[in-house]
């Protein structure tokens, strides 16, 4: 590796302790809506769920404690095209060591990769991202970071580091950034791995015929996230300034909105949040949110997806070798429609987990990257 060190910035996480006060008497303060009862999680967070969570973030919860263990990775910004890009890189001690980027999509971090780092840096040198707008890469710095942006800062980057030729790993959202890399940059990229990835079908009729179980269920549930759970991504792709009010000014709210999405897209046979996830890992990450102030900033990277002209126009298909985990219990992949975008030579399919398998299926999920980019 060649390291090019340009504008590269040492970076550590210290949150003033004046922050930390200010949170926990917001919290304390809260005003709190009542709830037509019995009705659970069909019309959002329950508010005795909510009350319990924010007062364990207020009283129980050790920001100091995980903001330490943050910064036991080492951390870095540069500026690509006007933007603070926020990111860890932790070297392997593997000679053999292959160069991974990984990233991810709102509502995460770079936190939702921290238990899977221990596994993974034993044959990965790691970059670990924040995606432009998120926590420490944020606020965004102006119009236009939709996908093909975001994708060719991050190709920048790796560059800036140094690696010439490299795979890169995308989770949920994440996953069309990596593909977007491999198109972008097809002599560096080796492989694209991901997993919590959206397929949509084609208006050609062939595209259902002969669907299995599993694929008819996972349609079945992309129907039902479009008719029924897609309201988060309306409001943010419309009216993100309007959203950002209430988020940026009130600690709950903005828990409510993040933790909505950790119910609804981790594995189904979860009743609570942190039965799929770590509660003080989930309460971190809403955590870097609030202190950053980028709920807004983070709500307009819907905005610049739904108003990108090339959003939806045909694409070259990837022919960088590309690999999938699917999660049979959550996920909406399907073969047919993944194969038809990229070059898919892995498919792995998981029993459980969800959207955030780097955090709930840690080792199943490190194997299957591992296994991957081995193939190739």
Known sequence: MNVMNVDITPFRIEIPQADLDDLRERLRRTRWSGEIGGQGWSRGVPVDYLRQLADYWADGYDWRKQEARLNDLPQFTTEIDGQRLHFAHVRSANPDAVPLLLTHDWPGSFVLFLQAVEPLSRDFHLVLTTLPGIAFSGPLAGPGWNTGKIAGAFVELMGRLGYDRYGVQGSGGGAAVAIEMGRQAPEQVIGVHGNGHITFPSDDPADFA?????????????????????????????????????????????????????KEWTDDSADLPEDAVDRDILLTNVSLYWFTGTAGSSANLYYEASHDPDAWTPKPRSGVPTGFTVAMSTDVTIRRFAE?????????????????????????????????????
């Open 210 to 262: 002969d669907l299995t179980e599993a694929e008819q269920q996972r349609l079945a549930r992309l129907q039902n996230f479009r008719d029924d759970k897609m309201g988060f991504n309306v409001i943010s792709a419309t009216r993100p300034q309007t959203l950002a009010y209430g988020l940026h000014d009130s600690p709950v709210g903005q828990l409510a909105w993040i933790t909505e999405k950790f």
């Open 340 to 376: 038809r975008d990229s070059d898919v030579v892995h498919w792995s399919e998981l029993e459980r987990g969800g959207n955030f398998l780097a955090l709930e299926q840690p080792a199943a999920y490190a194997a299957d990257v591992k296994k991957f980019f081995d193939s190739l």
